[in-house]
């Protein structure tokens, strides 16, 4: 009769531990989306800068 109660508390055991697994990969998965969206903000944020200098450039070259 111990063996299999062995078994089953280490079963349970190993889903326990998968479950954590699975929650710290939710948890980094999340962090790395705000990281994605972040990131690809600030990457729009900077062609809007560089389109508008571009077009600075572009009037400053005309003007000569």
């Known amino acids: 009769m111990f063996w299999p109660m062995f078994a089953v508390?280490?079963?349970?055991?190993?889903?326990?531990?998968?479950?954590?697994?699975?929650?710290?990969?939710?948890?980094?998965a999340e962090r790395l989306g705000r990281q994605v969206t972040d990131s690809a903000r600030r990457i729009g944020r900077a062609a809007e800068d560089l389109e508008r200098?571009?077009?600075?450039?572009?009037?400053?070259?005309?003007?000569l």
């Open 9 to 28: 508390a280490v079963g349970f055991l190993g889903l326990v531990v998968l479950g954590v697994f699975a929650v710290r990969v939710f948890v980094e």
């Open 53 to 63: 200098a571009a077009a600075g450039a572009a009037r400053s070259a005309e003007a």
